[in-house]
């Protein structure tokens, strides 16, 4: 899926991420059983960049998982919105900017996106047992 060059950023990234949440909880260690914003984008971020390169390789080749690649990315991009906005609209609600019925109309569209990644996991895995059975034959 990736080049070599890619590969060796996506060690180095996959690294820098375990050393930075290692020493986040080692400062914070309270904040490992509640929900935080920043390990949302300590762990996301290098997420979406992987799928990037690997959408970006599959421009000048032929790339498996294109579907499956391409739902990940909209419902990762989807959710950490949803996720990273979540204190503000907590913190609306109890100010009574937003109405409760808005929050979970937003906390609807995180579901529906899941949803959707769900039913374009499926079709991938459609395509590529087709493409098993085919080779079988």
Do not use: C, R
Not at 5 to 12: A, F
Not at 41 to 61: E, G, K, R
Not at 67 to 75: A, R
Not at 80 to 88: G, I, K, P, Q, R
């Amino acid at each position: 899926m990736f080049t070599e060059k890619q590969k060796h950023v996506v060690n180095i990234l996959l690294v820098l991420v375990l050393i930075t949440l290692l020493a986040y909880y080692l400062i914070w260690p309270e904040d490992f059983a509640y929900f935080n914003l920043p390990e949302i984008l300590i762990a996301t971020i290098p997420v979406l960049a992987y799928i990037m390169m690997h959408l970006y390789n599959s421009l000048s080749n032929k790339g498996d998982y294109l579907y499956f690649s391409g739902g990940l990315l909209v419902y990762l991009s989807i959710s950490s919105l949803v996720f990273l906005l979540y204190a503000l609209l907590v913190d609306d609600v109890d100010n009574k900017i937003l109405s409760k019925e808005t929050t979970s109309n937003i906390s609807d569209i995180n579901v529906v996106s899941y949803f959707l990644l769900q039913i374009v996991i499926f079709i991938e895995w459609k395509i590529n047992i087709s493409k098993w059975k085919a080779k079988k034959v």
